[in-house]
């Protein structure tokens, strides 16, 4: 059974890959054997996290990569098939942290819109485009998807986060349903609010302080991710397409979310 679990020799493009969760899914990955194209924006992270891959035994790139542009996501792609000779796994990760700040619909400009469109969703769908091919031309290959329980819910003034997030949900639907007769499979992982780095400096006063909310009580981890991409990456998931999986606490499935309002009468423990 762990066998099916192993990445040993595959090789994986990790959008956003330099910090937050997505390092934390670069980190899981390689563990599992995978040679990881680590891409972002920002160039000393995506370099420090490939050496720190390369420290613990399998390969890594850095490839600084803007996502919204689409002769950038096709170069990433490129230079992952140049280096290692091959693409099996993608995880599109790479969002603006900004757009998910609560913003009254009248402030938003037109600049704000387009941005998080730009990055959240057409990145996503850049990066498949071009990651497809290849994966279809060898007959396998898996594409993660990093949405959001804003992308299933509303969000009080989240526009552009919630929008673009419910899209990737749906790019993922249709990706899964056209790419599975070439031996790709297409999921999403959901997470709840999980506090990282990013979070902190830019969402500090718009976000929850505890899990109290949840029916687990605590708020998860940047960690808790790595597993559940090493499994969707891996070939023990090769008959799941399409699905949703939830990172979250048990926040949705109970139907909780943080909507601003204290209850009236405290929750029992």
Known sequence: MLEQLSLD????????????????????????????????????????????????????????TDVSDSSQANALVQAAIDHFGRIDILVNNAALVSDSVPTPIWDLTDEDWQAALDVNLTGAFYCARAASRPMADQGWGKIINVSSGFGLRGGRDIYTYCCTKGGIIQLTRVLSFSLARYGISANSIVPGFIPTEGTDTEMRESLPRSGAYLPTGKLGVPRDIGPVAVFLASPASDYMTGEIFTLDGGGLAAGLAPTGYAPEIALEP
Request: glycine fraction near 16%.
């Open 9 to 64: 020799g595959r090789v994986a493009i990790v959008t956003g890959g330099g910090t937050g969760l997505g390092l934390e899914m670069v980190r899981h990955l390689a563990r599992a054997g995978a040679n990881v194209a680590i891409a972002g924006r920002r160039v000393a992270p995506i370099e420090s996290a490939a050496a720190e891959v390369k420290a613990a035994g399998p390969d890594a790139i850095a490839v600084p």
